[in-house]
């Protein structure tokens, strides 16, 4: 029989924990179709960091690189944690710490008929950029260091170029080597080298800002962008928009060169939103459609067809959270998905 699938579990804080109940149940459903796995169930975020003064210990960091396959992750951010110390040491460790370069973020439209027809993949690059957490503040005077290794780019693009590839869509770099002229111009070099490495790709670099007002005015001009961590950020933020707003955005990122038994982590877009946290408004779509990321990772495809078409399948039936119009509470949008999968 085939080891079973171990996948951790991190709510985190805010709408994380009522996200990640509509989540739970999916993994069920898989589970009653025959996929083997385990969950382990992890209580890091700001309560726990709060109450023990803990964020993510080494430890508990070692067993689930080692003895994990993936973590299926909420959000973090808490205003009783003003500098966000947990939330760095929580979240930007996991990526960092498990050398996840590849974040994936899909924009597509959920149902017929909302929003314009666009078909936009980002990969934005997850562990370096203006994102190592390095630099100094000083009166007057603030230092944010950005880290880009060749490596890391690297891999990040390699996976734009075979995206793009495989389904025959044209790839945009957004950069800003005309300012950050080391950084991106570094960006820009592995790009210009990939470029030639794959001449059936219709690869163009943009200037980030020219990049930005042409994704306004056309949207269905792009396939794959990929970017650096900062700018990667806002293209999806801005591509979320598009769709529904950031409630509905999935994500997931994994390291193309496997430096761990854990490889992938699961995510919605959004965080803790402690704005409507503990009212059930949330919209669970995009957790539960990161969930079908994981299992289109793991390769169970079948899984995570019926999952994005259960959820296409609701919204298209008219079950909404308020975000996008509607009166169903978080726990009322997880059901109505699940109530469309197939037993
Ligand atoms: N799932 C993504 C996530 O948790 N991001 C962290 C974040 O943006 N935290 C700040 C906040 O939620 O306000």
């Known amino acids: 029989m085939a080891k079973p699938v171990r996948i951790a579990i991190i709510p985190g804080d805010g709408v994380g924990g009522e996200v990640m109940s509509e989540a739970l149940p999916c993994l069920d459903w898989a589970r009653s179709r025959g996929r083997s796995m385990e969950t382990i169930s992890l209580p890091y975020g700001a309560s726990h960091y709060l109450a023990t003064g803990e964020t993510l210990p080494e430890a508990a960091f070692a067993q689930l690189r080692d003895r994990c396959d993936a973590v299926l992750f909420g959000a ?42 666009l078909d936009i993949e980002v990969f934005r690059e997850n562990t370096e950029g203006p994102y190592c957490l ?32 495989t389904r025959s869509r044209p790839l945009t770099l957004a950069h800003k080597a005309n300012v950050l002229k080391h950084g991106h111009g570094l960006w820009v070099r592995v790009f210009e080298d990939l470029r030639r490495e794959h001449p059936g790709v219709a690869a163009r670099a943009m200037h980030a800002d020219a990049l930005l007002c ?21 293209i999806s933020d801005l591509c979320a928009a598009y769709l529904g707003g950031m409630g509905v955005a999935p994500s997931i990122s994994w390291a193309p060169h496997r430096p761990f038994r854990c ?67 978080t726990a009322a949008m997880g059901r109505a998905i699940r109530d469309r999968l197939p037993s």
Request: a negative charge; proline letters at 7%.
């Open 76 to 117: 973090v951010g808490d205003s009783r944690i003003p500098d966000g110390r947990h939330a760095e040491e929580i979240l930007l460790r996991l990526r960092q710490g498990l050398e996840l370069t590849v974040n994936y973020r899909p924009c597509r439209p959920l149902m017929p008929g909302h929003g314009p027809d």
């Open 263 to 329: 490889s992938a982590l699961a995510e919605p877009v959004h965080g803790s939103a402690p704005d409507i946290a503990g009212k059930e408004l949330a919209n669970p779509v995009g957790m539960i459609l990161s969930t079908a990321l994981l299992f289109r990772h793991l390769g169970w495809k079948a899984e995570a067809d019926a999952l994005e078409g259960a959820v296409k399948d609701a919204l298209s039936d008219g079950a909404k959270t308020p975000d996008l119009g509607g009166t169903l509470t």
């Open 214 to 234: 042409a994704l306004v005015q056309d949207p269905t001009a792009f396939g794959v962008i990929a970017a650096d961590n900062y700018l990667g950020d806002l």
């Open 134 to 165: 390095q630099g100094s503040t000083e009166p007057g005077r603030a230092v944010d260091l950005a880290i880009h290794t060749e490596p890391a780019i690297r891999r990040l693009l390699q996976a734009a170029f075979q995206r793009a590839a």
